[in-house]
Protein backbone atom coordinates (compact mmCIF):
# COMPACT_ATOMS: atom_id res chain seq x y z
CA UNK A 1 0.00 0.00 0.00
CA UNK A 2 1.45 2.87 -1.03
CA UNK A 3 -1.36 5.25 0.93
CA UNK A 4 -1.60 4.05 5.04
CA UNK A 5 -5.23 4.34 6.17
CA UNK A 6 -6.23 4.55 10.16
CA UNK A 7 -9.33 5.45 11.35
CA UNK A 8 -9.38 6.45 15.39
CA UNK A 9 -12.60 7.92 16.90
CA UNK A 10 -13.66 10.34 14.28
CA UNK A 11 -10.55 11.10 13.23
CA UNK A 12 -9.09 9.27 9.97
CA UNK A 13 -5.75 9.76 9.27
CA UNK A 14 -4.63 8.92 5.65
CA UNK A 15 -0.45 8.73 5.33
CA UNK A 16 1.55 9.04 1.71
CA UNK A 17 3.94 6.11 2.47
CA UNK A 18 5.94 5.24 -0.64
CA UNK A 19 9.24 6.75 0.21
CA UNK A 20 11.18 4.76 -3.08
CA UNK A 21 9.81 7.81 -4.93
CA UNK A 22 9.26 10.73 -2.34
CA UNK A 23 5.46 10.17 -1.94
CA UNK A 24 5.17 11.15 -5.92
CA UNK A 25 1.85 11.07 -7.41
CA UNK A 26 2.01 7.67 -9.06
CA UNK A 27 -1.69 6.84 -10.62
CA UNK A 28 -1.57 3.70 -7.83
CA UNK A 29 -1.03 6.74 -5.44
CA UNK A 30 -3.65 8.95 -6.48
CA UNK A 31 -6.40 6.14 -6.94
CA UNK A 32 -5.25 4.93 -3.11
CA UNK A 33 -5.58 8.60 -2.02
CA UNK A 34 -9.30 9.06 -3.64
CA UNK A 35 -10.44 5.99 -2.17
CA UNK A 36 -9.31 6.40 1.30
CA UNK A 37 -10.86 10.04 1.53
CA UNK A 38 -14.39 8.01 -0.02
CA UNK A 39 -13.63 5.23 2.57
CA UNK A 40 -13.06 8.26 5.56
CA UNK A 41 -16.23 9.95 4.88
CA UNK A 42 -18.17 6.65 4.56
CA UNK A 43 -16.82 5.47 7.96
CA UNK A 44 -18.30 8.71 9.34
CA UNK A 45 -15.48 10.58 10.55
CA UNK A 46 -15.26 13.86 11.52
CA UNK A 47 -12.25 14.98 10.61
CA UNK A 48 -9.06 13.62 7.72
CA UNK A 49 -5.60 14.42 8.49
CA UNK A 50 -3.50 13.87 5.51
CA UNK A 51 0.43 12.88 6.34
CA UNK A 52 3.14 11.70 4.85
CA UNK A 53 6.10 9.43 5.85
CA UNK A 54 9.83 10.35 5.61
CA UNK A 55 11.35 13.76 5.08
CA UNK A 56 9.17 14.10 1.51
CA UNK A 57 5.15 15.11 2.04
CA UNK A 58 5.09 14.87 -1.89
CA UNK A 59 7.20 15.23 -4.79
CA UNK A 60 4.53 15.85 -7.48
CA UNK A 61 4.30 13.61 -10.78
CA UNK A 62 5.82 10.89 -10.34
CA UNK A 63 8.00 11.36 -13.62
CA UNK A 64 9.56 7.83 -13.80
CA UNK A 65 6.37 6.88 -14.62
CA UNK A 66 5.56 10.12 -17.12
CA UNK A 67 9.08 10.22 -19.16
CA UNK A 68 8.83 7.23 -21.50
CA UNK A 69 6.79 9.39 -24.43
CA UNK A 70 3.31 8.91 -22.40
CA UNK A 71 0.78 8.67 -25.28
CA UNK A 72 -1.80 11.44 -25.49
CA UNK A 73 -4.91 9.30 -24.04
CA UNK A 74 -2.14 8.06 -21.40
CA UNK A 75 -1.59 10.83 -20.09
CA UNK A 76 -4.88 12.36 -20.42
CA UNK A 77 -5.77 9.66 -18.37
CA UNK A 78 -3.04 10.32 -15.55
CA UNK A 79 -4.43 14.33 -15.54
CA UNK A 80 -8.09 13.29 -15.07
CA UNK A 81 -7.63 11.06 -12.23
CA UNK A 82 -5.67 14.32 -10.54
CA UNK A 83 -8.17 16.61 -11.32
CA UNK A 84 -10.67 13.82 -9.64
CA UNK A 85 -8.50 13.62 -6.46
CA UNK A 86 -8.70 17.38 -6.00
CA UNK A 87 -12.06 17.74 -6.30
CA UNK A 88 -13.02 15.06 -3.94
CA UNK A 89 -11.23 16.63 -1.04
CA UNK A 90 -12.43 19.85 -1.80
CA UNK A 91 -15.97 17.41 -2.40
CA UNK A 92 -15.63 15.85 1.20
CA UNK A 93 -18.27 16.93 3.75
CA UNK A 94 -15.83 16.41 6.19
CA UNK A 95 -12.20 19.07 6.74
CA UNK A 96 -9.28 17.50 5.15
CA UNK A 97 -6.05 18.81 7.05
CA UNK A 98 -2.41 18.57 5.34
CA UNK A 99 0.19 17.64 8.58
CA UNK A 100 3.00 18.22 6.23
CA UNK A 101 6.91 18.36 7.75
CA UNK A 102 8.61 17.59 4.72
CA UNK A 103 9.33 18.90 1.29
CA UNK A 104 6.72 19.40 -1.13
CA UNK A 105 7.09 20.36 -4.71
CA UNK A 106 4.83 20.72 -7.97
CA UNK A 107 1.80 18.25 -7.88
CA UNK A 108 2.01 17.57 -3.86
CA UNK A 109 1.66 22.13 -3.63
CA UNK A 110 -1.90 21.40 -4.96
CA UNK A 111 -2.44 18.67 -2.67
CA UNK A 112 -1.87 21.34 0.14
CA UNK A 113 -3.79 23.36 -1.80
CA UNK A 114 -7.01 21.50 -2.10
CA UNK A 115 -7.34 20.65 1.55
CA UNK A 116 -9.17 23.15 4.36
CA UNK A 117 -6.24 23.73 6.81
CA UNK A 118 -2.69 22.92 6.05
CA UNK A 119 -0.01 23.12 9.37
CA UNK A 120 3.49 23.19 8.61
CA UNK A 121 6.44 22.04 10.25
CA UNK A 122 10.17 23.50 10.38
CA UNK A 123 11.62 20.57 7.78
CA UNK A 124 9.07 21.97 5.15
CA UNK A 125 10.09 23.41 2.01
CA UNK A 126 7.94 24.45 -0.90
CA UNK A 127 8.28 25.18 -4.74
CA UNK A 128 6.39 24.68 -8.01
CA UNK A 129 9.42 23.52 -10.47
CA UNK A 130 6.74 22.31 -13.23
CA UNK A 131 8.28 24.89 -15.91
CA UNK A 132 12.17 23.63 -15.26
CA UNK A 133 10.74 20.46 -16.66
CA UNK A 134 8.57 22.19 -19.59
CA UNK A 135 5.55 21.95 -18.13
CA UNK A 136 3.20 23.94 -15.73
CA UNK A 137 0.55 23.95 -12.65
CA UNK A 138 -2.43 23.49 -14.66
CA UNK A 139 -4.61 21.40 -12.98
CA UNK A 140 -3.10 22.28 -9.33
CA UNK A 141 -3.70 26.13 -10.66
CA UNK A 142 -7.18 25.38 -10.10
CA UNK A 143 -6.59 24.94 -6.01
CA UNK A 144 -3.31 27.68 -5.72
CA UNK A 145 -4.74 30.50 -7.27
CA UNK A 146 -7.75 30.65 -5.21
CA UNK A 147 -5.20 30.71 -1.83
CA UNK A 148 -1.71 32.25 -3.02
CA UNK A 149 -1.73 36.28 -3.05
CA UNK A 150 -1.59 37.31 -7.00
CA UNK A 151 2.20 38.46 -6.56
CA UNK A 152 2.92 35.15 -4.96
CA UNK A 153 2.01 33.38 -7.41
CA UNK A 154 3.02 35.31 -10.44
CA UNK A 155 6.50 34.63 -8.57
CA UNK A 156 6.54 31.42 -7.58
CA UNK A 157 4.62 29.78 -10.75
CA UNK A 158 7.72 31.23 -12.75
CA UNK A 159 10.97 31.34 -10.59
CA UNK A 160 10.48 27.18 -9.37
CA UNK A 161 12.24 28.98 -6.12
CA UNK A 162 12.48 26.71 -2.81
CA UNK A 163 10.36 28.74 0.04
CA UNK A 164 10.42 27.87 3.93
CA UNK A 165 7.06 27.55 6.00
CA UNK A 166 6.60 31.15 7.28
CA UNK A 167 6.56 32.32 3.79
CA UNK A 168 3.94 29.86 3.04
CA UNK A 169 2.06 31.22 5.46
CA UNK A 170 2.36 34.74 4.65
CA UNK A 171 1.49 33.74 1.19
CA UNK A 172 -1.78 31.86 1.58
CA UNK A 173 -0.53 28.29 1.04
CA UNK A 174 -0.85 26.98 4.66
CA UNK A 175 -2.90 27.68 7.37
CA UNK A 176 -0.38 27.45 10.22
CA UNK A 177 3.77 27.49 10.10
CA UNK A 178 4.26 25.35 13.66
CA UNK A 179 6.88 24.37 15.56
CA UNK A 180 5.04 21.06 15.83
CA UNK A 181 2.76 19.50 13.26
CA UNK A 182 1.54 16.50 15.72
CA UNK A 183 0.89 19.23 18.33
CA UNK A 184 -0.94 21.70 16.18
CA UNK A 185 -2.99 19.14 14.53
CA UNK A 186 -4.22 17.39 17.79
CA UNK A 187 -5.76 20.61 18.61
CA UNK A 188 -7.69 21.21 15.20
CA UNK A 189 -8.99 17.87 15.07
CA UNK A 190 -9.73 18.30 19.10
CA UNK A 191 -11.82 21.45 17.94
CA UNK A 192 -13.28 20.25 14.68
CA UNK A 193 -14.85 16.75 16.30
CA UNK A 194 -16.84 18.97 18.56
CA UNK A 195 -19.18 19.66 15.44
CA UNK A 196 -22.23 18.21 13.97
CA UNK A 197 -21.54 16.29 11.10
CA UNK A 198 -23.93 18.93 9.37
CA UNK A 199 -22.82 22.00 10.20
CA UNK A 200 -19.44 20.54 9.27
CA UNK A 201 -20.77 19.75 5.73
CA UNK A 202 -22.56 23.08 5.13
CA UNK A 203 -19.98 25.45 6.66
CA UNK A 204 -17.19 23.33 4.63
CA UNK A 205 -18.96 24.27 1.31
CA UNK A 206 -19.16 28.02 1.95
CA UNK A 207 -15.59 27.84 1.80
CA UNK A 208 -14.65 25.74 -1.03
CA UNK A 209 -17.89 26.99 -3.52
CA UNK A 210 -15.95 29.34 -5.21
CA UNK A 211 -12.95 26.97 -5.84
CA UNK A 212 -15.41 24.37 -7.15
CA UNK A 213 -16.88 27.10 -9.10
CA UNK A 214 -13.61 27.47 -10.83
CA UNK A 215 -13.78 23.45 -11.46
CA UNK A 216 -16.74 23.89 -13.30
CA UNK A 217 -15.44 27.13 -15.51
CA UNK A 218 -11.71 25.35 -16.28
CA UNK A 219 -11.07 22.07 -15.13
CA UNK A 220 -11.75 20.16 -18.70
CA UNK A 221 -9.36 22.67 -20.31
CA UNK A 222 -6.72 22.32 -17.85
CA UNK A 223 -6.53 18.64 -17.28
CA UNK A 224 -6.34 18.81 -21.12
CA UNK A 225 -3.73 20.91 -21.75
CA UNK A 226 -1.60 19.08 -18.65
CA UNK A 227 -2.15 16.46 -20.87
CA UNK A 228 -0.56 17.63 -24.00
CA UNK A 229 2.47 19.44 -21.88
CA UNK A 230 3.16 15.94 -20.34
CA UNK A 231 3.02 14.14 -24.10
CA UNK A 232 5.51 17.12 -25.59
CA UNK A 233 8.79 16.76 -26.62
CA UNK A 234 10.04 19.54 -24.41
CA UNK A 235 8.10 17.79 -21.39
CA UNK A 236 10.03 14.75 -22.70
CA UNK A 237 13.68 16.21 -22.47
CA UNK A 238 12.39 18.05 -19.19
CA UNK A 239 11.86 15.03 -17.75
CA UNK A 240 14.65 12.51 -18.87
CA UNK A 241 17.25 15.40 -18.09
CA UNK A 242 15.89 15.42 -14.37
CA UNK A 243 16.09 11.75 -14.08
CA UNK A 244 20.08 12.06 -15.62
CA UNK A 245 20.79 14.66 -13.61
CA UNK A 246 21.79 16.54 -16.27
CA UNK A 247 20.85 19.68 -17.36
CA UNK A 248 18.26 19.77 -20.46
CA UNK A 249 19.26 20.64 -24.09
CA UNK A 250 17.35 24.32 -23.73
CA UNK A 251 19.71 25.70 -20.69
Known sequence: MLVGYDLQGRVARL???SPHNHNALSTALVEQLHRGVEDAVAAGA???????TGRTFCAGADLSEAAGGTPG?????????????????????V??????????RAGGMGLVGACDIAVAGPQSTFALTEARIGV??????????????????????LTGEKFGPQEAAAIGLVT????????????LTADIAKASPQGLAVSKALTTAGILAGFDDRAEALTAQSADLFASEQAREGMLAF????SPDWA
Open 15 to 17: TLD
Open 46 to 52: RVVVLGH
Open 73 to 93: DIALDRAREMTRLLRAILEAP
Open 95 to 104: PVIAAVDGHV
Open 136 to 157: APSIISLTLLPKLTARAAGRYF
Open 176 to 187: IAADDVGVTVAG
Open 243 to 246: LQKR
